[in-house]
């Protein structure tokens, strides 16, 4: 790798400013390094086979893919390194924007057998804002079918040259399943970042970025951190703009009881008072007094939900969703997705998205959107409650069966969403598609009911049948609709009469048909309407 792959060292240590100052404080700081590329293409399975460093890094994940940011510090040499995984499946294109913004390097992914997908591009993307060094891993080297100067050819269109085709980004060809290239893929990283030559100053007021958060049901708001500056410790006071609080558990990202992080180390932490939203800042105070100026001088921050006032047509119709999640990641990228189907017929209305459990306020709020919802453009009032990742605790299913609200939980974004789609299918107006069938006069009536006639027509034009609908005409002027019950030629019951053909109608109808009048006769069928 050649020197140039540099880029200015300062952009991502902490402050270039006020150097003679803290100077003396500069500590070397392990790279923080996320992992991109398309769904599918070997992230997690990458990271797993890192694993030789001492640290198990993948979590068991739901169908394969994950979901989430994760976390995890490994060693190699002695040397620390952070990574940070990425989902690859569309919807979690902020996670990955945010991922890129917090790392000092980028480890790009490609399955060698697949190449360039729009999620390539779009973490290209994000790495090229994000202004970071990165790192192309040609993954699943061992595939039969793997052809990496067609990748390369790829990336070139892309505008990146890799050290194989004269260009100055390092790649590496890998395989997660024959550990072909990880040392090489490590030794590259380490490299990247002694040339980064990263520093931080520890003796800084803490700040860093929150990667991820949740409501846990038994320890309250629970985040992870990653710190840029500073030292977190156990009872910090920290805050960001959305949520302040005392650190009262300090967990390292394995879960294990820590006094203090340093920069780069993954933390958990538990003791805000609210959820603090993911890509947040977050700073250490001095006391909670400043913490909560912090909070009050920068409170805008744009709202979650979405549709809440949306004006409805009256061809459309609504549905109500409320949304819980494991983590505040999850509910964004929900939200995001659902946000992209079609809503010109079916508009989806969250009434509430936020992470933790399924509880019974979320179901009371479900049951009050059915009353106070229903209308003629609402006929169901439909409210429902979609988990992701997430139970639903005994009192709230209880709760739900006997107000018949449908709770649904799903462990696969994909799942969801077309779920919420097929639901929305369900409660469209469903499409009407008029056949006409032909014309009838009316001959004579023989009988004149509350609401039925028998009559005797004659089919001047196409034909007519049996359970078709009718509208009536006199002198071109429509006197109203009605239904041909039964037919009949000759005293038997026929199932349709063509063209000059006489015949004997019951018809049930809303306009009493006269002798003259010409009856037209059409079938209506109704199609489920697709979004
Ligand atoms: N043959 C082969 N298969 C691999 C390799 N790396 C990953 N896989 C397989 O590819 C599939 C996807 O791997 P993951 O590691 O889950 O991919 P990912 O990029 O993390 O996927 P998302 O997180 O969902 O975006 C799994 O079935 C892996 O076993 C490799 O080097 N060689
Ligand atoms: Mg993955």
Do not use: W
Not at 91 to 119: C, H, N, T, W, Y
Not at 378 to 398: D, E
Not at 448 to 475: D, P, S
Not at 514 to 529: M, N, P, Q
């Amino acid at each position: 790798m050649k020197k140039t792959t540099q880029k200015p060292s300062e952009a991502k240590t902490s402050e270039v400013g006020d150097k003679t100052k803290s100077q003396r404080s500069l500590a070397p700081k392990p790279p923080v390094v996320v992992v991109l590329g398309h769904i599918d293409h070997g992230k997690s399975s990458l990271l797993q086979s890192i694993k030789e460093l001492g640290v198990s890094i993948t979590e068991k994940e739901a169908g394969g893919i994950t979901q989430h940011i994760g976390a995890y510090q490994a060693e190699k040499d002695g040397k620390k390194i952070t990574f940070i995984d990425t989902p690859g499946h569309e919807a979690f294109s902020a996670m990955r924007s945010r991922g890129a913004k917090v790392a000092d390097i980028a480890v790009l992914v490609i399955d060698i057998a697949e190449g360039i997908k729009p999620q390539t591009k779009e973490a290209i993307s994000h790495i090229k804002k994000a202004k970071i060094p990165f790192i192309v891993a040609l993954n699943k080297i061992d595939k039969p079918d793997a052809n990496p100067e067609k990748v390369k050819g790829e990336l070139q269109k892309e505008g990146i040259l890799v050290e194989d085709s004269g260009g100055k980004i390092p790649q590496v060809l890998t395989s997660a399943k024959t550990g072909q290239g990880i040392n090489e893929l490590l030794e590259l990283i380490i490299l990247l970042a002694e040339m980064e030559n990263l520093k931080t100053d520890i003796q800084k007021q803490g700040e860093g970025v929150v990667i991820e958060s949740y409501l846990d049901t038994q320890r309250g708001p629970t985040a992870t951190l990653i710190l840029s500056q500073g030292i977190l410790k156990a009872g910090d006071i920290a805050g960001t703009l959305t949520a302040i609080g005392k650190i009262k558990i300090l967990e390292n990202f394995q879960g294990k009881t820590v006094e203090k992080v340093l920069p780069a180390e993954p933390a958990i932490v538990v003791g805000f008072e609210m959820v603090p939203r993911v890509g947040e800042n977050f700073k250490v105070f001095s006391d909670i007094e400043s913490a909560k100026e912090h909070l009050q001088v920068e409170k805008k921050v744009p709202a979650l939900s979405f549709n809440t006032e949306t004006e409805v047509g009256s061809e459309q119709r609504i549905l109500n969703l409320i949304l819980k999640t494991d983590v505040l990641g999850s509910t964004e990228a929900i939200e995001g997705v659902l946000k992209n189907l079609p809503q010109e017929k079916v508009i989806l209305r969250i009434l509430k998205s936020e992470a933790g459990e399924i509880n019974e306020s979320d179901v009371k709020l479900a049951k009050s959107a059915q009353v106070s919802n229903k209308s003629p453009r609402h006929p169901t009032g439909q409210a429902i409650i979609l988990g992701f990742r997430v139970k639903s605790n005994p009192a709230a299913r209880q709760l739900a069966e006997r107000e018949k609200i449908k709770i649904m939980s799903f462990e696969i974004i994909y799942d969801l969403v077309e779920e919420v789609r097929k639901f929305m299918e369900r409660i469209m107006k469903p499409e009407v598609i008029r056949k006409d069938l032909g014309k009838l006069k009316v001959l004579a009536v023989f009988l004149t009911e509350k609401n039925r006639q028998i009559i005797g027509g004659k089919v001047i034009e196409g034909e007519a049948k049996k359970g078709a609908q009718v509208e009536v005409f006199r002198e071109e002027a429509l006197l109203g609709r009605g239904k041909l019950i039964n037919l009949q030629r000759n005293k038997k019951d026929i199932e349709r009469i063509g063209k000059r053909e006489e015949c004997v109608m019951l018809y049930e109808r809303d306009a009493r048909a006269e002798e003259g009048d010409v009856l037209v006769v059409y079938t209506e069928e109704r199609r489920r309407g697709e979004l």
